[in-house]
């Protein structure tokens, strides 16, 4: 259903209630109290204290802005502020400082100032896209085995629903990995909405907590079928080993190695044509992908695999990432950091 609107009114009080994810704590240090009055005190503001004074007025008029505004700005600090994940924005502000100190220090605080506009995802249909979804600061997510069977379950009901093709997965304590495929670009984030709101209802429901369990919007990556799938499925199916929690992925439950390496039915798991191409019999199929995991992947081949699925960039060749940003006309590789270059002028004669 869609969200109520709130009830707001120019010159009529508001009464705000902010709490803490699951009740978690939001103030630790004398610090993070006097910086949270500061942003309080107006969503758009500029200021500087030399060394001692705070030109800004405590002010009792908050604009219909504020919550929303000041929210944001709060979040992005303690997020900065803590070294937590979540809400991963930087804002240049220095929480530790003592207030004696004598500095010049300017802090902007406005969402059309510091805040850049999301990143439009990446995808495109029939294309292969590994997902990553992390839990809020990293915290559990997965408790019983119920758990697990619950989200793939649900997994399989969205899937069939939207019409997403499942490749491979693997469902870490923390964070799930998914290798999807759709005729419809749309289809794999209609999936994550679905599936991701009913697991945290039943999450909430079940150990009796509140707020949010995910951080943020889910990671994706659009991966070149013929180069890279093998290679981003080892890389889904392999991730219990690299975290040490069982020495080959076949002791590992909740991941979909035994169903494409060991023939184990599995409703949820619709192989790609690449996959099948391993074999024409499922079971030479299946001998030859097990024959993959005799080596280890390629640590720049994995490191390479994380950044670029973390920043929402393709995974491919460099035709393959040519050929996507002239389809979705925009960059789909990772840019050069800082300002560019300044072209060399021509020596004078």
Same mark, same amino acid.
Not at 9 to 16: A, R
Not at 76 to 90: E, M, P, Y
Not at 156 to 183: I, Q, W
Not at 235 to 254: F, Q
């Given at each position: 259903?869609?969200?109520?609107?709130?009830?707001?009114?120019?010159?009529?009080?508001?009464?705000? *209630?902010?709490?803490?994810?699951?009740? =978690?704590?939001?103030?630790?240090?004398?610090?993070?109290?006097?910086?949270?009055?500061?942003?309080?005190?107006?969503? &758009?503001?500029?200021?500087?204290?030399?060394?001692?004074? %705070?030109?800004?007025?405590?002010?009792?008029?908050?604009?219909?802005?504020?919550?929303?505004?000041?929210?944001?700005?709060?979040? !992005? %600090?303690?997020?900065?502020?803590?070294?937590?994940?979540?809400?991963?924005?930087? *804002?240049? *502000?220095?929480?530790?400082?003592?207030?004696?100190?004598?500095?010049? %220090?300017?802090?902007?605080?406005?969402?059309?100032?510091?805040?850049?506009?999301?990143?439009?995802?990446?995808?495109?249909?029939?294309?292969?896209?590994?997902?990553?979804?992390?839990?809020?600061?990293?915290?559990?997510?997965?408790? +019983?085995?119920?758990?697990?069977?619950?989200?793939?379950?649900?997994?399989?009901?969205?899937?069939? /629903? $939207?019409?997403?093709?499942?490749?491979?997965?693997?469902?870490? $304590?923390?964070?799930?990995?998914?290798? #999807?495929?759709? !005729?419809?670009?749309?289809?794999?984030?209609?999936?994550? /909405? @679905?599936?991701?709101?009913?697991?945290?209802?039943?999450?909430?429901? $079940?150990?009796?907590?509140?707020?949010?369990?995910?951080?943020?919007?889910?990671?994706?990556?659009? $991966? =070149?079928?013929?180069?890279?799938?093998?290679?981003?499925?080892?890389?889904?199916?392999?991730?219990? #080993?690299?975290?040490?929690? #069982?020495?080959?992925?076949?002791?590992? &439950?909740?991941?979909?190695? &035994? +169903?494409? +390496?060991?023939?184990?039915?599995? @409703?949820?798991?619709?192989?790609?044509?690449? %996959?099948?191409?391993?074999?024409?019999?499922?079971?030479?199929?299946? +001998?030859?992908?097990?024959?993959?995991?005799?080596?280890?992947?390629?640590?720049?081949?994995?490191?390479? *695999?994380?950044?670029?699925?973390?920043?929402?960039?393709?995974?491919?060749?460099? !035709?393959?990432?040519?050929?996507?940003?002239?389809?979705?006309?925009?960059?789909?590789?990772?840019?050069?950091?800082?300002?560019?270059? /300044?072209? #060399?002028?021509?020596?004078?004669?």
């Amino acid at each position: 259903m869609p969200r109520r609107p709130r009830l707001v009114l120019p010159n009529v009080p508001l009464h705000l *209630i902010q709490r803490g994810n699951n009740r =978690q704590v939001c103030f630790v240090a004398d610090e993070d109290f006097v910086i949270y009055l500061i942003i309080g005190d107006r969503p &758009r503001f500029s200021f500087r204290f030399p060394s001692f004074s %705070f030109p800004l007025p405590v002010s009792a008029y908050f604009p219909l802005a504020f919550p929303r505004a000041c929210a944001i700005e709060i979040a !992005k %600090f303690f997020a900065w502020s803590n070294r937590r994940s979540g809400l991963l924005a930087a *804002i240049r *502000i220095a929480a530790h400082i003592p207030f004696w100190f004598p500095a010049r %220090f300017w802090l902007r605080s406005s969402r059309a100032e510091t805040a850049m506009p999301r990143r439009p995802r990446l995808v495109l249909p029939n294309v292969p896209l590994h997902l990553i979804q992390r839990g809020n600061n990293r915290q559990v997510c997965f408790v +019983a085995d119920e758990d697990f069977v619950i989200y793939l379950d649900w997994l399989h009901e969205y899937a069939s /629903k $939207t019409g997403c093709r499942v490749h491979a997965y693997v469902l870490m $304590t923390n964070h799930v990995h998914l290798l #999807v495929s759709a !005729k419809r670009a749309e289809a794999p984030g209609a999936l994550m /909405k @679905a599936l991701g709101q009913r697991y945290v209802q039943y999450f909430n429901r $079940t150990y009796r907590r509140s707020g949010t369990l995910w951080e943020g919007r889910y990671r994706s990556c659009l $991966t =070149q079928a013929e180069a890279y799938l093998l290679a981003c499925q080892r890389y889904i199916e392999l991730n219990p #080993v690299r975290a040490r929690m #069982v020495e080959h992925p076949a002791e590992y &439950r909740w991941s979909s190695y &035994r +169903a494409n +390496a060991q023939g184990e039915a599995n @409703a949820l798991i619709e192989p790609h044509e690449v %996959f099948l191409a391993l074999g024409s019999e499922p079971a030479s199929r299946q +001998a030859n992908y097990r024959e993959l995991f005799r080596h280890e992947l390629d640590p720049g081949l994995v490191d390479e *695999i994380r950044r670029v699925t973390n920043g929402n960039f393709a995974l491919g060749s460099a !035709k393959f990432c040519s050929e996507v940003a002239t389809l979705l006309g925009r960059r789909v590789i990772p840019g050069c950091a800082g300002r560019p270059r /300044k072209g #060399v002028l021509p020596a004078s004669e």
